[in-house]
């Protein structure tokens, strides 16, 4: 059964509230390994339990119209417990910027993986489901998804601490108060090559990257403007147009068919720049054209779409039963709306880096990064716009619709906060890649390549798996066979 709805019967933190959520040193997100520390001020009342639970839970619809609250995670802490008619609230040291309210130390630790499992009375398996790359989440151990809200619908993911104060009168309800957190997972174990784009196509792009292009027109000749006098110019005007038919119309019409593409980096870390590389390919050209015309870049045009995916499983206890849905939220973020307006523009060929001709940052908007959980999911895609110019001839095509994977930048280890003493671990940053040489022995095993004498007898890899026992194994036979 769901936990209760994240805002009824709850209040605000606030100061005139008989307690107060006192946050220490509170970053603006945090993430796993953060400790969460603070103080409760509680007004000088009789209460015989106190209660702090730091929990994180989803928000998504129900087929009944009614949202559902799906806990992830949950820790929980009693503070004070009184016995009897007894309060210990008089026990406790007053706070001396607050006079008049008793002060009641908490400490959390934040986790890095979802613990609780989803609804039982409904099935969270979507169709398009695999085993090792799931689309929505089905069980408890995946990370923990970071605090997000779709904007058109009423989805989010919470994190929050909630204080229970109980009363010691049992006709009053127990003043519960809420603060939200904000976390950030930590950036996913990724091999760095997935940071650079990969552009091993082999000999010919793939399908969803061949973005062709032909280019038909006299210009395409180097020195078209030479030898090509006014009227000549005049006539092939009209010829082209349909206008004008004799043999002048049929003087040869120069063509060119190139593709291009561009391929990003498949992990993008918030912060950071956007590597992108743009591939070139010259398939055919006129006989006439001794090499492949030059490209040009009038105006580029990068855009991250993200689509914001919520599974509703289905109700087969409802009576018509309800069936799975699935709802999709599409929005954009402009990156980048260059143009490129001198003389023909910024020259296009195979290789040409990006970052090279713009600035494209992850920076500037507050960025979700790629998440799943329980019937919830956001995926990002890369799009690039490319409006470009060969001879006399503008074009525009989309170079670009790649998914992408947003992660937030690796920590360092925090040696701000100091815990008996040492220093409390946070997150190490990660060995710097190295390529290794796989002909050069480990340095820890001290071996060398010299000259060593061959030996005299074969080597144990040379005999068969009979020889590999202990010696006492070939002198000793088998046992007799006996059928039984």
Known sequence: MGPEGPFAGRRANRRDNPVYIHLFNSPPAYTAGDH??????????RSPRINIVLRGFSVTPHSS????????????QDLLVSTGNSSRLDLL??????????????????PQHVSLPPPADRNWLHPEDSFNHPRFQHFPGFPLPPSCAATSTDVQIVYQL???MESSDLDSLPV?????LKYTPPPPDFHPILLQPDTNFGTTLPKHCSHQKFIRTRKLFQDYEERAGKLKKIKEKLADKELLFGFQSLDEIPYAKFSISATPARVLVVGSQVPVVISIQHLQRSESLARPPDLFIRRLKVQLNFVFNVFTPGDPSARPPKKQHMHVERCHIMLCDKKYEKENGRLLYDGLSLLDIADVKLTGHN??????TYGLNLEYELQIEITGKCADREWTSIVCTQPVYLTTAPRAANLSELEDGFAVYDLEPRPAYQEVDPMEPPHYLNVNWDAQPLATTPSIHEFGSRHMAPPIADSVPPPEYTAS
């Open 162 to 164: 909630e204080v229970t």
């Open 36 to 45: 969460v520390r603070g103080l409760l001020l509680i007004s000088q009342a």
């Open 367 to 372: 960025f979700t990064p790629s998440f799943t």
């Open 65 to 76: 119209g009614k949202p559902t609250y799906i806990e992830l995670c949950r820790q929980s």
């Open 176 to 180: 519960r108060v809420r603060q939200e």
């Open 93 to 110: 040291p007053t706070s001396s910027s607050n006079p008049g309210k008793a002060e009641l130390p908490f400490s959390f630790t934040f």
